[in-house]
């Protein structure tokens, strides 16, 4: 193992432990800026690889809604992002209770259309 890598393994290791030690002041914080069950799911879809028009298009809201969460949660230190390449996660940690409010989320917006459909 080189050195480099060696100071990167060591460097992650401080990371995870800095993130387990402090996670309900991250948790806090990021719900104060993180406030809508969307913006959850948008948050959750923040990989690197995905443009503003995937997460749009795999939440189903408005790119402009996707701009205005892009650019709050850029102003809060949370992503880097430069329009027109995909944004990135300062921090990559998403709050645990996020996932279940999402699943819920999706079940109910489920029920209307298969309700739709029987008809």
């Known amino acids: 193992m080189s050195e480099t890598d060696r100071i990167i ?3 992650q ?3 995870f432990l800095l993130t ?3 996670n309900e002041k991250i948790d806090e914080y990021m719900n104060k800026v993180i406030t809508t069950t969307a913006r959850k799911k948008m948050w959750t879809l923040i990989d690197g690889s995905r443009t ?3 997460i749009s298009k795999d939440t189903g809201v408005t790119g402009m809604a996707v701009s205005y969460f892009l650019s709050s949660v850029s ?3 949370l992503i880097k992002y430069e329009r ?3 944004p990135r996660r300062v921090i990559n940690y998403t709050p645990p209770d996020w996932a279940k409010e999402i699943e819920e989320a999706e079940v109910k917006e489920q029920k209307p259309k298969e ?3 029987k008809s």
């Open 20 to 22: 387990l030690s402090n």
């Open 52 to 54: 503003p028009t995937e």
């Open 75 to 77: 102003n809060a230190g």
């Open 115 to 117: 309700t739709e459909t």
């Open 84 to 86: 027109g390449t995909p």
């Open 9 to 11: 393994e060591e460097l």
């Open 13 to 15: 290791a401080v990371k």
